[in-house]
């Protein structure tokens, strides 16, 4: 998730495991939280595909939690000037790297917490990466538990972001089952499903199912009381990698990028040598990927590059809006 939220999640849980220390332990158990993304640092002016392949592998991984959290409350250490003591501070900042890397297992991106014995990247996608709501109940608690020195307001917001991924869960299952009776109706047997939440919210959801190597692309708006409504998208058909003309340097570039995107690949409809995950769009039942590989056939000793197209126009924003409030929309002309 976003930093702000690991931060806030990481200070909760590093009180309620300190129990003592109560301004260090919120501190270690933020820097812990904060640590395991500096792996976005590690990056590749040559190689754009190095920062997606490592971000969060071997440091979101439980294998990686104890020297990770020696190394925050070390810091946090010395800056408070020893005090409290250093278990205090490591058990803040070990509980705080654990709710990081289990918050982003939570997320849809995928977290390799099992590394280097498990190369399978967990992803309940229970949680958008930005999520205010979560964000509120985690900063009410440590503006709380910071002013009264006191571990019972970060216990009690640690209850309610328990709570709030656990309705995430039932809202995600909800999608699941709508779209599987939908693939039902129209006789497809979906061969995978990717259900992810869209941002800020749990009751719009992106869906996009695999049938007779097509994408049907879906949004799906699961009120929390009352039947869920289903805004069809534009198929897009599976892009075979075979079929890619492409120079040995740049194919391997393709196979390392399939991997990342568990082979939800397809051909960005406005970019011929744009290759895309069909998972991740701007709106939820949009068939333009959020980002892909561009490949260089004038430049085959080239690697290729990493593009996003994050634009969002007003016409964009009103749809959106639209979907989230369950409103009935027209067929999207493009």
């Not at 998730?1 to 590093?14: F, I, K």
């Not at 014995?117 to 440590?142: E, K, Q």
């Given at each position: 998730?976003?930093?702000?939220?690991?931060?806030?999640?990481?200070?909760?849980?590093?009180?309620?495991?300190?129990?003592?220390?109560?301004?260090?332990?919120?501190?270690?158990?933020?820097?812990?939280?904060?640590?395991?993304?500096?792996?976005?640092?590690?990056?590749?002016?040559?190689?754009?595909?190095?920062?997606?392949?490592?971000?969060?592998?071997?440091?979101?991984?439980?294998?990686?939690?104890?020297?990770?959290?020696?190394?925050?409350?070390?810091?946090?250490?010395?800056?408070?000037?020893?005090?409290?003591?250093?278990?205090?501070?490591?058990?803040?900042?070990?509980?705080?790297?654990?709710?990081?890397?289990?918050?982003?297992?939570?997320?849809?991106?995928?977290?390799?917490?099992?590394?280097?014995?498990?190369?399978?990247?967990?992803?309940?996608?229970?949680?958008?990466?930005?999520?205010?709501?979560?964000?509120?109940?985690?900063?009410?608690?440590?503006?709380?538990?910071?002013?009264?020195?006191?571990?019972?307001?970060?216990?009690?917001?640690?209850?309610?972001?328990?709570?709030?991924?656990?309705?995430?869960?039932?809202?995600?299952?909800?999608?699941?089952?709508?779209?599987?009776?939908?693939?039902?109706?129209?006789?497809?047997?979906?061969?995978?499903?990717?259900?992810?939440?869209?941002?800020?919210?749990?009751?719009?959801?992106?869906?996009?199912?695999?049938?007779?190597?097509?994408?049907?692309?879906?949004?799906?708006?699961v009120p929390l009381f009352g039947d869920p409504v289903v805004y069809p998208g534009r198929p897009q058909p599976r892009l075979d990698l075979a079929s890619v003309d492409a120079s040995p340097l740049q194919r391997r570039d393709l196979a390392r990028?399939?991997?990342?995107s568990d082979g939800w690949l397809v051909r960005h409809p406005d970019h011929a040598d744009v290759v895309g995950d069909i998972r991740y769009a701007m709106l939820p039942d949009a068939h333009r990927p959020l980002w892909g590989v561009q490949l260089?056939?004038?430049?085959?000793?080239?690697?290729?590059?990493?593009?996003?197209?994050?634009?969002?126009?007003?016409?964009?924003?009103?749809?959106?809006?639209?979907?989230?409030?369950?409103?009935?929309?027209?067929?999207?002309?493009?």
């Amino acid at each position: 998730m976003d930093p702000l939220s690991h931060g806030l999640l990481g200070a909760v849980c590093g009180l309620a495991a300190a129990r003592r220390g109560a301004r260090g332990a919120l501190l270690a158990g933020a820097a812990g939280a904060l640590l395991p993304d500096a792996d976005v640092l590690l990056r590749s002016h040559v190689d754009p595909l190095l920062t997606l392949e490592l971000h969060r592998t071997f440091s979101h991984s439980f294998v990686a939690a104890p020297a990770g959290a020696a190394l925050a409350a070390t810091v946090v250490w010395l800056l408070r000037r020893r005090q409290p003591g250093w278990p205090a501070l490591y058990a803040a900042a070990l509980a705080g790297f654990v709710s990081a890397i289990l918050l982003d297992a939570c997320t849809s991106y995928g977290t390799q917490l099992g590394w280097p014995f498990s190369a399978t990247r967990h992803a309940a996608s229970v949680i958008a990466v930005v999520d205010p709501w979560m964000t509120v109940l985690l900063l009410a608690g440590v503006v709380v538990a910071w002013r009264r020195r006191s571990a019972v307001p970060a216990w009690a917001a640690l209850a309610c972001a328990l709570a709030y991924l656990g309705l995430g869960a039932v809202q995600h299952a909800r999608a699941v089952a709508t779209v599987t009776a939908l693939a039902a109706t129209r006789g497809d047997t979906p061969a995978r499903l990717a259900v992810k939440p869209t941002l800020g919210n749990l009751l719009l959801w992106r869906a996009v199912y695999e049938a007779d190597g097509v994408f049907r692309i879906e949004a799906v708006r699961v009120p929390l009381f009352g039947d869920p409504v289903v805004y069809p998208g534009r198929p897009q058909p599976r892009l075979d990698l075979a079929s890619v003309d492409a120079s040995p340097l740049q194919r391997r570039d393709l196979a390392r990028f399939a991997a990342v995107s568990d082979g939800w690949l397809v051909r960005h409809p406005d970019h011929a040598d744009v290759v895309g995950d069909i998972r991740y769009a701007m709106l939820p039942d949009a068939h333009r990927p959020l980002w892909g590989v561009q490949l260089q056939p004038q430049a085959p000793a080239r690697h290729v590059t990493f593009e996003t197209f994050r634009a969002f126009s007003a016409a964009d924003r009103a749809h959106f809006l639209a979907l989230l409030k369950g409103h009935p929309v027209a067929a999207r002309a493009d």
